[in-house]
């Protein structure tokens, strides 16, 4: 069964320093997405891509962070530069069409 | 702010029971719904999705939209030992966006 897959699976990194964390969504899907979810709270929406470009994006999606797609497969959330909030989990999901979304395994960004 | 309420629990049952599960939502306009499961540690597993009023059944799992009273409930018939983890409820408010609840962790006993 076709699946999300992120890599890496934890990253540690320093306040301050850039950090692009990778996905690679289900092949036939249109639609991509980031989340967030900081430990003990709720998944929270960052941002949404369709067609090559952002769809919509929260208040959370500053100018710190920014997403691209290089290339056919990968899908990718970049924060330039980290502070100690950022340290959560992070999921990206995609979708078919406008509907259900399937969520990878997530990044843990530890941000020390 | 478009908000998803769910209760945060522990709702406890014992195996072979039904589990009930609840959420309600703000936004009148939301036109489609998910229930996903995750486990301790783990990334969000969609299991139902419903998009009209009325009943889903999938095997053991029943989604229930009531767009009036703006709700929604999970219903797990069978309970087992393995269906203990968080349930969210998510709600897509337009635009791609899932708004999510807090979940409801659900324990079930042998």
């Known amino acids: 069964e076709p699946e999300v897959t992120q890599t890496p699976s934890h990253q540690v990194t320093q306040m301050g320093q850039e950090v692009i964390l990778r996905c690679v969504p289900i092949?036939?899907?249109?639609?991509f997405y980031w989340y967030r979810q900081i430990l003990g709270q709720k998944v929270e929406f960052l941002v949404s891509?369709?067609?090559?470009?952002?769809?919509?994006k929260s208040e959370i999606f500053d100018d710190q962070f920014s997403v691209e797609r290089p290339d056919g497969s990968n899908f990718t959330l970049k924060i330039r530069s980290t502070k100690l909030e950022d340290s959560a989990m992070y999921f990206c999901?995609?979708?078919?069409?406008?509907?259900?979304?399937?969520f990878g395994p997530g990044t843990r960004l530890t941000v020390t | 702010q478009k908000e998803v309420e769910q209760n945060s629990g522990p709702l406890s049952v014992p195996e072979g029971a039904i589990a009930s599960l609840n959420c309600t939502y703000s936004?009148?306009?939301?036109?489609?719904f998910f229930w996903y499961r995750q486990y301790s540690g783990k990334s969000p597993e969609l299991i139902m999705s419903?998009?009209?009023?009325g009943d889903k059944e999938d095997g053991r799992f029943t989604a229930q939209l009531n767009k009036a009273s703006q709700y929604v409930s999970l219903l797990i018939r069978d309970s087992q030992p393995s269906d203990s983890a968080t349930y969210l409820c998510?709600?897509?408010?337009?635009?791609?966006?899932?708004?999510f609840g807090t979940g409801t962790r659900l324990l079930v006993s042998p």
């Open positions: 891509f369709y067609n090559n470009e952002i769809s919509e």
């Open positions: 092949s036939n899907h249109l639609y």
């Open positions: 999901a995609s979708s078919e069409r406008d509907h259900e979304q399937y």
């Open positions: 936004d009148r306009g939301s036109q489609s």
């Open positions: 419903i998009y009209s009023n």
């Open positions: 998510a709600v897509n408010t337009g635009f791609q966006k899932l708004v």
